[in-house]
């Protein structure tokens, strides 16, 4: 039997879809020549970014096609995600993404895990610089560890990311607000956009 690779098994969209879509509902957007490293930049700024691409994921994760995106260094983003997006309670935990090649740097374990379904124990050493991806009472976290030919598009958006600043991780939660669904379609994503704390999508 074949070993799974991914779960993007979901519909996707064409971004002329998107662009109707937006059109339609009169929204502003730009189309960066680089967008991979436009949004890290934004990331690395500070911002709270609704990240949709690809197809959607099978499952309950959201593994970085229908997720919420933030800078992972600071300890404040893990509140602002709860607060403004999330509208959930404060000690909510969220997970990281990281890129395949930085798993031992990071992590304890070696395992490899592209789907964000084992838990593992952080080195002590980096308790400090992913503070947002820790879980509070024992600085354990449950990491998604990113492969470029999994998912190329978001193993580059995370790659950009560790190039600005020196730690090739994401805070990543799924996109959607509490009690809510996984969005799938442009138009629900759309509708969080404008419903929930996010600065771009």
């Known amino acids: 039997v074949d070993k799974q690779s991914d779960v993007y098994y979901g519909p996707e969209y064409s971004t ?12 502003d957007y730009k189309e960066p020549d680089d967008l ?14 609704g990240w949709f691409q690809g197809r959607t994921e099978m499952g309950p994760r959201a593994l970085g096609n229908r997720s919420i995106l933030a800078d992972p260094r600071e300890a ?3 509140d602002k995600v709860n607060k403004f997006v999330k509208h959930r309670e404060p000690w909510r935990p969220f997970a990281p993404s990281l890129l395949e090649e930085a798993v031992d740097e990071y992590l304890v374990s070696d395992v490899v895990d ?3 379904i084992t838990t593992s124990d952080v080195h002590e050493e980096k308790f400090d610089e992913i503070p947002a991806v ?17 998912n190329p598009r978001y193993h580059k958006l995370i790659k950009s990311f560790g190039e ?3 730690t090739p991780v994401l805070l990543n939660t799924s996109f959607n607000d509490s009690g809510e669904p996984i969005v ?5 994503a759309l509708r969080d956009l ?8």
């Open 16 to 27: 002329e879809d998107i662009h109707s879509l937006l059109e339609t509902n009169k929204m």
């Open 36 to 49: 991979e490293k436009t949004v890290a930049k934004r990331l690395a700024d500070g911002a709270l970014v």
């Open 76 to 78: 404040e983003s893990r």
């Open 114 to 116: 592209p789907f964000m």
């Open 134 to 150: 820790l879980h509070p009472s024992d600085n354990t976290t449950r990491p998604q560890a990113v492969l470029e030919d999994q």
């Open 164 to 166: 600005l600043t020196g």
């Open 184 to 188: 799938n379609t442009p138009m629900e």
């Open 194 to 201: 404008n419903s929930m704390g996010l600065d771009l999508a």
